[in-house]
């Protein structure tokens, strides 16, 4: 049996204990900025134009009709259970909207033409504020079959 022994003095133990803060320090900085950053990538989605939007809902491998609705709405202030299990499917793509509370967006509506085995009732519901995607769904409109996911379908 061997024994290992150290003897470390104080100024050993404490550039031990500098190097690993530093290496906290910078793991974490690492990990807020990884955050931040994919928080901006949702928030920099330009959805201004049609063919902007059009061209997102394409990334998911969605087929559109070239016609869609607008409505202009307000996100209340206060929010219901709705809302907040809204923005729960929100969040999980990547969209806040806890920083639109209370301001007005508009809400286009396109029919989506290809999802799985059902042929009609499904369309993509984008909400914009200022010429950016701040969120958004895929929903069956029916009643008897009604859902509401991401855009990934999902």
């Known amino acids: 049996m061997k024994i290992l022994t150290l003897k470390l003095k104080p100024k050993m133990i404490f550039g031990i204990i500098l190097a690993v803060t530093g290496v906290v320090v910078i793991a ?44 202009e709405l307000t996100i209340p202030q206060r929010w219901n259970d709705v809302y907040i299990d809204y923005n729960e499917v929100q969040e999980n793509q990547g969209f806040d909207l806890t920083d639109y509370k209370g301001r007005n967006v508009t809400l286009y509506t396109y029919t989506i033409t290809n999802y799985k085995d059902i042929n009609e009732g499904i369309v993509a519901d984008m909400l914009v504020c200022d010429g950016i995607l701040i969120g958004g769904d895929i929903c069956n409109t029916s009643a008897d079959d009604g859902f509401l996911v991401g855009f990934s379908g999902e």
Do not use: M, P
Not at 34 to 57: C, F, G, H, P, Q
């Open 28 to 71: 974490l900085t690492f990990v807020s900025n990884r955050v931040e950053e994919s928080k901006s990538v949702s928030a920099s989605i330009s959805a201004s134009t049609n063919e902007e939007r059009v061209d997102y809902l394409s990334g998911f491998g969605w087929e559109v009709e070239e016609e869609f609705e607008t409505k």
